[in-house]
């Protein structure tokens, strides 16, 4: 946990004469960072004909009945 204070995630702390440690202010600043881009809804975009390799695309007609747009 050393490593995680030094950089500053981490706080350490005392309570009720207990030593430990707490999240710092930056490393809750990157937690909500984190939840924000996880978890933020976004415009679903789909694949333009043609965007995907061809070896992708035998592997997937090999398993479907739908033909991608290089064959």
């Given at each position: 946990?050393?490593?995680?204070?030094?950089?500053?995630?981490?706080?350490?702390?005392?309570?009720?004469?207990?030593?430990?440690?707490?999240?710092?202010?930056?490393?809750?600043?990157?937690?909500?960072?984190?939840?924000?881009?996880?978890?933020?809804r976004?415009?679903?975009?789909?694949?333009?004909?043609?965007?995907?390799?061809?070896?992708?695309?035998?592997?997937?007609?090999?398993?479907?009945?739908?033909?991608?747009?290089?064959?």
């Amino acid at each position: 946990m050393s490593a995680e204070v030094r950089r500053g995630l981490l706080a350490s702390t005392k309570v009720d004469g207990t030593a430990g440690y707490a999240l710092s202010q930056e490393g809750y600043q990157i937690l909500r960072e984190g939840d924000r881009r996880i978890f933020e809804r976004r415009q679903a975009t789909t694949a333009r004909a043609g965007s995907w390799p061809s070896s992708a695309c035998r592997r997937r007609n090999a398993t479907s009945d739908t033909n991608c747009a290089h064959d």
